[in-house]
C-alpha cells in the first residue's frame, strides 16, 4: 500500500511540475520543463550520494577505525540481507543518522558523533537498523527523486517571476497562472514531498524493529535524539533545508516554525507504533536499554571526532 501511495505521489508531483512549465510558457514551457526534470533526476540518481555526504563533511569509516559502530552495521546488514554498505560518520554535536544512495548495492549510512555519544549500543543498534530498512525499501532514491522535482518547481517558480508576466500567447494563463506558479504550486509540491516522507518514515521505523529484534530499542532512541534536537542545531542542515527529509528525525525542528512543514511524522505517534509493534512481537520489557559505563577510550568514534569546539574526541557510551 506504502508503494502505490508513494507512486501516486510521485506521479502527482512530476504532473504538477509540467502543468507549471505550460502555465509559464504554454506547450514549449511544458516541454522544456519535462526535460530540466529529466536531467535533474539523471544527474541526482548517479550523484545524489556523493553530495550529501560531502556536503555534511562525513568520512568513511571500517573495522579499524570504528570498530564497534562497523561490525554493528555488518550485522545488521546480514539480519535484513542487504549487502553491507559504506559506513561514514560526520561530525556534529546533534544526534541524527541517515542513508543516502541509490540502490542496496550503492548505499551509505552515515551517523553522527553526537549520536554515537548519546545512545546506547542498543539503541543505535535500533537507528542503523531503520537506516537499512530505507535502503532496502529503496527508499533513498526515492526520497532524492523527490527532492530534485520539490526543488525544480521551486524553480519555476522563480522563473515565472521574472518571465512569467508576458501576456504573449506563450502564457495561456495570463497573470493568474504566474501567481499559481510563484506561490500555490511550490506549497503543493512541498506537502506532497512531506506526505512522501512520512509515509516512508513509518514503514521504515516497522522494518527496523524487525531488523533490530525489538522496536523498544528504536523507540527509546527516537525519544532522545527528538528531545536532543530541540536544544543541540546543525548548522549545515540549516544551511541546506531540502536534505531534512533524509534524517531519522529532523534536524530542523530546532528552529522557529519548521514543523509548520514537517517532514517527518509526529515522535510520539511512532513511538507508540514501535511500541505497539514490541507488544505484537512478544518483547514485554518497557524498560529502555541503558548504557555501559565507559572504562577506557571509546574505539567507536575516531579520533576526527572533535566535541564541538573541544580538543577530546567525542567518546561512545559502550566501549
Known amino acids: 500500500m506504502n508503494l502505490v501511495r508513494t507512486a501516486m505521489l510521485l506521479a502527482a508531483m512530476t504532473a504538477l511540475f509540467m502543468a507549471i512549465g505550460y502555465m509559464i510558457g504554454g506547450q514549449s514551457g511544458m516541454v522544456i520543463a519535462l526535460i530540466i526534470a529529466a536531467g535533474m533526476n539523471v544527474f541526482s540518481y548517479w550523484n545524489s550520494d556523493k ?19 562497523y561490525n554493528m552495521v555488518r550485522k545488521l546488514s546480514e539480519r535484513a540481507g ?31 558523533t553526537g549520536i554515537l555519544k548519546m545512545l546506547s549500543y542498543e ?30 518547481i521551486s524553480m519555476l517558480g522563480h522563473f515565472a517571476f521574472f518571465f512569467g508576466g508576458n501576456r504573449d500567447n506563450n502564457n495561456p494563463f495570463g497573470f493568474v497562472g504566474v501567481l499559481v506558479a510563484m506561490i500555490v504550486a511550490p506549497m503543493a509540491a512541498a506537502m506532497v514531498q512531506m506526505a512522501i516522507s512520512r509515509t516512508r518514515e513509518y514503514s521504515a521505523d516497522k522494518r527496523g ?16 535524539i ?9 548548522e549545515r542542515a540549516e544551511r541546506n533545508p531540502a536534505t531534512a527529509h ?16 514537517s517532514t517527518h511524522p509526529n515522535t510520539e505517534n511512532r513511538i507508540a507504533a514501535l511500541q505497539d509493534q514490541a507488544r505484537q512481537m512478544g518483547v514485554t520489557s518497557t524498560a529502555a536499554p541503558q548504557p555501559a559505563k565507559a572504562t577506557r577510550r571509546s574505539q567507536s568514534v575516531p579520533e576526527t571526532g572533535r566535541t ?5 574526541p567525542f567518546k561512545g557510551p559502550w566501549s
Open 51 to 69: 553530495m550529501v555526504l560531502r556536503m555534511y563533511g562525513a568520512h568513511e569509516v571500517d573495522a579499524s577505525s570504528a570498530p564497534e559502530y
Open 82 to 112: 542487504l549487502p553491507m554498505p559504506k559506513v561514514y560518520l560526520y561530525d556534529s554535536p546533534q544526534p541524527n543518522a541517515f542513508a543516502t544512495g541509490r540502490n542496496p548495492q550503492n548505499a551509505a549510512v552515515a551517523a553522527s
Open 123 to 152: 539503541e543505535l543498534a535500533g537507528v542503523m537498523a531503520h537506516e537499512l530498512s530505507h535502503v532496502q525499501h529503496r527508499d533513498t532514491l526515492t526520497m532524492t527523486i523527490t527532492a530534485t522535482l520539490a526543488g525544480a
Open 246 to 261: 533524509m534524517f531519522i528525525i529532523n534536524p530542523l525542528a530546532g528552529k522557529n516554525m519548521d514543523n509548520l512543514f
Open 209 to 224: 524493529g524487525e531488523i533490530c529484534g525489538n522496536p523498544l530499542w528504536l523507540a527509546s532512541a527516537l525519544n532522545k
Open 226 to 234: 527528538a528531545r536532543g534536537n530541540e536544544t543541540i542545531h546543525n
Open 308 to 312: 564541538n569546539g573541544g580538543d577530546t
